[in-house]
């Protein structure tokens, strides 16, 4: 079977939708066709400011949701990154291939080391997007042409590129190691808007709470903010993200959570108002979120078998990475233990 793998930060208490229609619940689909790897990235989460105990709440607490989801342990290879020694040691091998210019012209340092100037951000940050290559190139098939897909939203493009670039350079120089992987972006819900800001992504760090669904609010919440999302003057029910951002956000959304096309969603509001629109959204919200909200808080509420189903996810993560590494220590010439 042909592999896929993705990863997903543990830096907020609760996914949001973009995490979880950009990239998590593709995930699900993926696990029967492919053999899956998917992952916390708990390295990648320590590279800006946070707490510990914050940070090993939110850990499990992103397991949680991804088996609420309906990844399924039988099916995928669901585990923690900093639990596979692996990733680091293969990120440093890949960070000597790296050029300095390269590197700093990964857009994702720059927009975030902005807020605080790039002087006070973390080398661990400038270097985020070569430990992303390494947690992908770790699970490369084996060479032949089998394809190896990476489910993400759009915001992750660029690190995807840089991660082909790298694997071409090293088989180059040390002979054939790694698949290149494919970015594997579903135009539809590539990049899902903030609803107070709808020209704007959805985004961990927005600015404002009212604008990020997040897949663990409580039913008010969730319905007070999909009721006040931002929309226009006008008052027609249309697809066209140039000139009515909010609403084709709120169209494209129901799309997905619903699987109605958005043409029979226009036609199914023809002269209806935005409020229709919204009470129609939050109610289809509710219903998928439900499930998943409950699911996750049972999974959390026996945080030592939560720790025992990582581990046998990151047991198994072991076992092809190490294998990987074998052939990466060979092929760069370090000397094998005598
Ligand atoms: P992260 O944790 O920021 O986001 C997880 C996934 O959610 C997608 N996403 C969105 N999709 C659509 N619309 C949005 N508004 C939106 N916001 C986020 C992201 O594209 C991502 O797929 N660098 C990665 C984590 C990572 C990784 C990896 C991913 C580390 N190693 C290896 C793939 C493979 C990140 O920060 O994702």
């Given at each position: 079977r042909p592999r896929v793998l993705s990863g997903i930060q543990p830096t907020a208490d609760s996914f949001h939708l973009g995490n979880y229609l950009g990239a998590v619940?593709?995930?699900?689909?993926?696990?029967?066709?492919?053999?899956?790897?998917?992952?916390?990235?708990?390295m990648h989460a320590i590279t800006v400011d946070y707490d510990p105990e914050v940070l090993?709440?939110?850990?499990?607490?992103?397991?949680?949701?991804?088996?609420?989801?309906g990844l399924e342990p039988s099916r995928s290879t669901v585990f923690v990154q900093s639990q596979v020694h692996e990733h680091a040691e293969l990120a440093w091998i890949?960070?000597?291939?790296?050029?300095?210019?390269?590197?700093?012209?990964?857009?994702?340092?720059?927009?975030?080391?902005?807020?605080?100037?790039?002087?006070?951000?973390?080398v661990g940050l400038f270097t985020y997007p070569i430990l992303q290559a390494a947690d992908i190139l770790l699970y490369t098939p084996p060479l032949g042409g089998k394809d190896f897909q990476v489910p993400v939203g759009?915001?992750?493009?660029q690190h995807?590129?840089?991660?082909?670039?790298?694997?071409?350079?090293?088989?180059?120089?040390?002979?054939?190691?790694?698949?290149?992987?494919?970015?594997?972006?579903?135009?539809?819900?590539?990049?899902?808007?903030?609803?107070?800001?709808?020209?704007?992504?959805?985004?961990?760090?927005?600015?404002?709470?009212?604008?990020?669904?997040?897949?663990?609010?409580?039913?008010?919440?969730?319905?007070?903010?999909?009721?006040?999302?931002?929309?226009?003057?006008?008052?027609?029910?249309?697809?066209?993200?140039?000139t009515k951002p909010g609403v084709s956000n709120l169209l494209t959304i129901m799309s997905a959570l619903g699987g109605e096309p958005i043409e029979g969603l226009e036609g199914h509001f023809a002269g209806a108002g935005y409020g229709q629109l919204k009470k129609e959204l939050a109610e289809l919200a509710l219903e998928?979120?439900?499930?998943?909200?409950?699911?996750?808080?049972?999974?959390?509420?026996?945080?030592?078998?939560?720790d025992r189903m990582?581990?046998?996810?990151?047991?198994?993560?072991?076992?092809?990475?190490?294998?990987?590494?074998?052939?990466?220590?060979?092929?760069?010439?370090?000397?094998?233990?005598?």
């Open positions: 619940r593709n995930w699900v689909g993926l696990q029967d066709s492919h053999e899956a790897f998917y992952m916390v990235v708990d090993r709440q939110r850990i499990r607490r992103s397991a949680a949701q991804l088996f609420a989801v890949l960070g000597a291939l790296t050029g300095f210019g390269e590197a700093s012209r990964m857009t994702q340092f720059k927009d975030k080391s902005a807020k605080h100037g790039t002087q006070a951000a973390s759009e915001d992750q493009r995807l590129e840089l991660t082909r670039t790298l694997a071409g350079r090293f088989n180059h120089r040390f002979g054939p190691t790694f698949v290149e992987p494919d970015a594997h972006i579903l135009k539809s819900t590539a990049k899902i808007q903030d609803l107070q800001e709808p020209e704007r992504k959805m985004s961990k760090s927005s600015s404002s709470p009212q604008g990020i669904i997040d897949i663990l609010d409580e039913p008010g919440p969730l319905k007070k903010k999909i009721m006040r999302a931002v929309t226009d003057a006008e008052t027609e029910i249309r697809y066209d993200p140039e998928t979120f439900g499930p998943i909200r409950e699911r996750t808080l049972e999974l959390l509420a026996d945080p030592a078998e939560l990582l581990a046998k996810g990151a047991e198994r993560a072991s076992e092809v990475a190490a294998g990987t590494m074998d052939t990466v220590r060979e092929r760069v010439g370090y000397l094998r233990r005598g």
